[in-house]
Every structure is written in C-alpha cells, then in structure tokens.
C-alpha cells in the first residue's frame, strides 16, 4: 500500500498522471507548461515594441512573437520528445528536433499579438501529434492532445488528452493546481463571439446570422483573442465563437493546425462541437501548413444552426 498522503491540491502532474496519461505525454505536456511559464513572465516583462520581422503570413512580428516561439523551441528542444514542430510564426516548414523522438508538436506561441499593447489577454496554442506518419494528410482528430494557456489577470492551463477537457491555475509558487476537471458545454448559448464580422459585407448569411443573435437578446462577449474569447465559453458551459471567410479573409482568418485544430479537439472533448461549415475542423485533411478555415465552435445545437444558415 502506498504511503503517498492524500494530496492537499491536485498538481497538473498529478493529473495526468491520475487520468492514465502515458508517461512520455505527461512529460512533454509538463514540459510546455514550463515554457508556457517562461512566456507570461516575458510578457510582464519583455519592451513591447515591434522586433523590425514580419512571420510568414507577412504580419508584423512583435518582440514578443519572436521571443515566446524561442521560448517554446527551446523548451521543445530540452523535452527530448519532439521529433519535429511547426509553429504559426515561422509556419513554411516543419523543423526537426530529435529525430525518433515519438512526437511533432504544432503551436502558435503568442495568439492575439494585435491586442498586448492594450493590455488584453492574450494565450499560446498547442497541438500534439504522433511523429509517426506524415503530418500532411493527417486531420486534426489525429492529435494525441491539445492544450492552451491563457495570460490574463491569472495564467490558466486547459488540457486534454482525450479524456475530457480539464483547467488549471498557477499557483503562488508557480504550480499548475487544478480549477476545474472536465469542463462541459451544455447545449445552451448566452452570448456570442463574433469574428471575421467584416466578412458580412460579401457573405449576406452572416449578415442573417448576426441579426438573429441581435434579436435574440444574446450578450456580445468578444475581446479579438481567440484564447480569451474560446476560453470564456469553456469556462462557462455555453456560448458561440465563430471566424468564418469573406472579406479580407476568404477563408476565414485563422489557422488550421496552429489554432482551429487545437481548439476542435479541447472543445469537442468537452462535450461542445466545432465545424467548418460542413464538417467538424476534426475532419479536415491537412494539406498545408499554413492553411486557413472558417470555424464555428461552441454549443452543439447552435454550432449547427449556424452552419445551416451559412449554407442557405
Ligand atoms: P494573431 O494570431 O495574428 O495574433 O491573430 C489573432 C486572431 C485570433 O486570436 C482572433 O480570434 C482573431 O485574430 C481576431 O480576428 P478579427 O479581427 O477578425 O476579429
Ligand atoms: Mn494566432
Ligand atoms: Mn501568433
């Protein structure tokens, strides 16, 4: 019989280790907990001018961007886990680490860079594959797991390794104990999280599908951050998000791998659905590295609705 004590506070290690996480994940999804560390203290403390590059998309690259995907690459690189990664800020190719290492990480280290200077929060956005098999035709169900973290008043985690989708705070100490397990959407949306709404001018749905929610009497609840944004929808149980093409952005403005594909898989695991229009963004083949699609996320029920008006 053990003489561990009953522990006092549930630790992110404990966790996974608890819900039969095998050892390899838990320590690499351990390990970007460490960086996701490192990335809110450069974010109090880092100048926040713009670094002089722009990342593959062609944006503006923020001293930020730059040193949160070094900051990342390097935890990656320390874990010895990582055969190869992608990440949003330099998304041409995917890099090697250590070749038979038994995972390929993708990420966006620092999402909503358009909103630090406000003082918004902003978060970082992993996706965890196998490195068996080629990324490049694989879906985003493929993910082993998924996680974000969320830089705001506090710093949250939310994991999932496909065994329901559970949240942490860190600590005083700088622990990640444990604040809610097995976060879950109800079928039920309060408020709305519009994105892309420029898209309305060329995509009348859209325009159909806002006045709905007006009339509904929905509360707006849209901060411009998906992490923020998508997060306050876990954290209450119910709501819509979604980032759909026209415009400026055909397809929609977001990612695939970095960012869409993460969160389908955090937020189908917490019973709540995700869709491109046509199918969930589980189920959509990955062809690029960089490509982008339109995603509705959230409440099952509404996730559908909106997906039939954006079809009519
Ligand atoms: P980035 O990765 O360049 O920081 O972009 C942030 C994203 C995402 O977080 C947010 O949901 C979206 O941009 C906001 O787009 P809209 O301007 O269309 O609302
Ligand atoms: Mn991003
Ligand atoms: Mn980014």
Not at 53 to 69: A, C, P, R
Not at 120 to 138: P, R, V
């Amino acid at each position: 019989m053990s003489s561990c004590p009953l522990p006092s506070r549930i630790s992110l290690n404990n966790h996974l280790f608890e819900s039969g996480v095998s050892d390899e994940l838990r320590h690499l999804i351990n390990d970007i907990a460490r960086a996701g560390k490192y990335v809110q203290n450069a974010i109090r403390t880092t100048d926040l001018g713009l670094a002089g590059s722009s990342n593959t998309f062609g944006e503006d690259q923020l001293k930020l961007d730059v040193l949160s995907n070094r900051i990342v690459k390097e935890e990656l690189c320390e874990s010895r886990l990582v055969c190869c990664f992608a990440s949003e800020e330099e998304s041409d190719q995917l890099q090697e680490l250590v070749p038979d290492a038994p995972f390929t990480v993708v990420f966006d280290p620092l999402d909503g860079s358009s909103l630090v200077d406000s003082n918004l929060a902003i978060g970082s956005i992993f996706g965890i594959y196998s490195a068996q098999g080629k990324l490049l035709g694989k879906k985003p169900r493929d993910q082993m797991a998924a996680m974000y973290l969320v830089y705001g008043p506090r710093t949250i985690l939310v994991y999932s390794a496909g065994k329901g989708t559970h949240a942490f705070y860190l600590n005083e100490v700088g622990e990640f104990t444990l604040l809610q397990k097995n976060l879950t959407m109800r079928d039920e949306v309060k408020t709305y999280a519009p994105g892309n709404l420029r898209a309305v001018v060329d995509t009348p749905a859209y325009r159909t599908m806002m006045d709905l929610w007006l009339d509904e009497g929905l509360t707006l609840r849209y901060s411009g951050g998906m992490v923020p944004d998508i997060h306050h929808m876990l954290i209450k149980g119910a709501g819509i998000f979604t980032n759909i093409g026209g415009s400026k952005y055909p397809k929609g403005k977001l990612r695939l791998l970095y960012e869409c594909g993460p969160f389908a898989y955090l937020m189908e695991q917490a019973g709540g659905a995700s869709s491109d229009g046509e199918k969930s963004i589980l189920d959509i083949d990955i062809v690029d590295l960089d490509q982008r699609t339109p995603i509705i996320i959230g409440a099952r029920g509404e996730v559908k609705r909106v997906a039939k008006i954006l079809r009519s």
